[in-house]
C-alpha cells in the first residue's frame, strides 16, 4: 500500500511470498540488515466471543479472527533486534472438519 489505505493493483500474494523469502533469506534489498539469526513471532488471539463473522457474500459460513502481533528479528552479531508490532485479520472458512485462513490481511499502519 502507498499510504492511502488500498492495496496497490501491481502487488499480490506472488510479490508477497517473493519479498518475504527475500527478507529472511538474504537480509533487507538495501544491505542494512543481514537476514535474521532469529524469528520471533506472537499473536494475541483473542477469545472467541470476540471473532466475527464475514457479511461478504459467498462468506456465510467464514469467520474473521482480528489479532494484535509482534515481529522480532534478531541479530547475534550485533547484539540488536528489529521489532515490528500491529494488527492482523485471519479470514477462516471451512474445509471438511478443518478450518483454513483463506486470507491473512495486514492492517498495520507501519
Known amino acids: 500500500m502507498n499510504g492511502d489505505g488500498l492495496p496497490d493493483e501491481y502487488w499480490g500474494y ?41 457479511d461478504t457474500v459467498g462468506h456465510e459460513d467464514w469467520i474473521i479472527i482480528s489479532c494484535s502481533f509482534d515481529l522480532v528479528l534478531s541479530y547475534y552479531a550485533t547484539n540488536s533486534a528489529f521489532t515490528a508490532n500491529g494488527k492482523a485479520s485471519f479470514y477462516l472458512r471451512p474445509v471438511g472438519d478443518r478450518w483454513y485462513i483463506a486470507i491473512w490481511r495486514d492492517e498495520s499502519y507501519i
Open 14 to 54: 506472488e510479490q508477497e511470498k517473493e519479498l518475504t523469502t527475500r527478507m529472511f533469506r538474504d537480509g533487507s534489498s538495501d544491505g542494512t540488515y543481514p537476514p535474521p539469526d532469529d524469528i520471533s513471532l506472537r499473536l494475541q488471539i483473542p477469545p472467541q466471543d470476540k471473532w466475527e463473522k464475514d
